[in-house]
């Protein structure tokens, strides 16, 4: 079992920036991959951001490529998500998630919610003008 707690949430203006966390505990190794998820108003939940905890390999969705930046502390089984230029449209709950993945570059197969097993509570993040 693996345990995932988010932190980092909170309200911003648009241009600025958060950091968000998530705590990993449990049995950590049992899962070789982490997610960052966000559910925007009037959207489905959709993939944010992709880091396998060995070699940590990243891949991004269109909309956070350049301006978002995932990444972990293996030390402290924390994953991180570093988010830059907000804008209203990122407004959302942002979820942690957490699976045992084939090692792949394959994007539907990363980016669906049901290759992941663990999930956090989520953590809201308000960009406001």
């Known amino acids: 079992q693996v345990q995932l707690v988010e932190s980092g949430g909170g309200s911003v203006q648009t241009g600025g920036s958060l950091r968000l966390s998530c705590a990993v505990s449990?049995?950590?190794?049992?899962?070789?991959?982490r997610a960052w998820f966000r559910r925007v108003p009037g959207k489905l939940r959709e993939v944010v951001a992709i880091?396998?905890?060995?070699?940590?390999?990243?891949f991004y969705s269109e909309f956070a490529r350049g301006r978002f930046t995932v990444s972990q502390d293996k030390s402290k089984n924390v994953v991180y998500l570093q988010m830059n230029a907000l804008k209203a449209d990122d407004t959302g709950v942002y979820y942690c998630?957490?699976?045992?993945?084939?090692?792949?570059?394959?994007?539907?197969?990363?980016?669906?919610?049901?290759?992941?097993?663990?999930w956090g509570q989520g953590t809201q993040v308000t960009v406001s003008s």
């Open positions: 449990g049995d950590p190794s049992s899962v070789n991959a």
């Open positions: 880091i396998y905890h060995d070699g940590g390999s990243t």
């Open positions: 998630a957490a699976g045992s993945l084939l090692l792949s570059t394959n994007w539907p197969y990363l980016s669906r919610e049901s290759s992941y097993s663990y």
